[in-house]
């Protein structure tokens, strides 16, 4: 059974920086693509950013591109978000994500972690 365990969140001011980690077991890491979703009060689950099983692939939405960075380390079964330049509009839980198929590009996601939550301030 897959577990994704997020953790990093926190309040920050705008302007600052976090890294979200998200631990995982239960499957062979390094075979499955992961990724970062956020949803803000209110509104739908939106994508962050994925990274691809051995993490030569990336992708990230618009909105975040050049301001968060996704990496994963398969040695210590852990993807990460960096996160800089914050608004107040980042505000948000965020969770983890793993693909539900080995190997698989674009990833569809199948399991979830239960979240961290992002606040910033203004």
């Known amino acids: 059974q897959v577990q994704l365990v997020e953790s990093g969140g926190g309040l920050v001011q705008a302007g600052g920086s976090l890294r979200l980690s998200c631990a995982a077991s239960?499957?062979?890491?390094?075979?499955?693509?992961m990724g970062w979703f956020r949803q803000a009060p209110g509104k739908e689950r939106e994508f962050v950013a994925a990274?691809?099983?051995?993490?030569?692939?990336?992708y990230y939405a618009d909105s975040m591109k050049g301001r968060f960075t996704i990496s994963r380390d398969n040695a210590k079964n852990t993807v990460y978000l960096e996160m800089n330049s914050l608004k107040p509009e980042d505000t948000a839980i965020y969770y983890c994500?793993?693909?539900?198929?080995?190997?698989?590009?674009?990833?569809?996601?199948?399991?979830w972690g239960q979240g961290t939550q992002v606040t910033v301030s203004s």
């Open positions: 990274i691809s099983w051995s993490g030569s692939n990336t």
């Open positions: 239960g499957r062979t890491f390094s075979n499955y693509a």
């Open positions: 994500a793993q693909s539900r198929v080995r190997r698989d590009w674009p990833p569809d996601f199948g399991s």
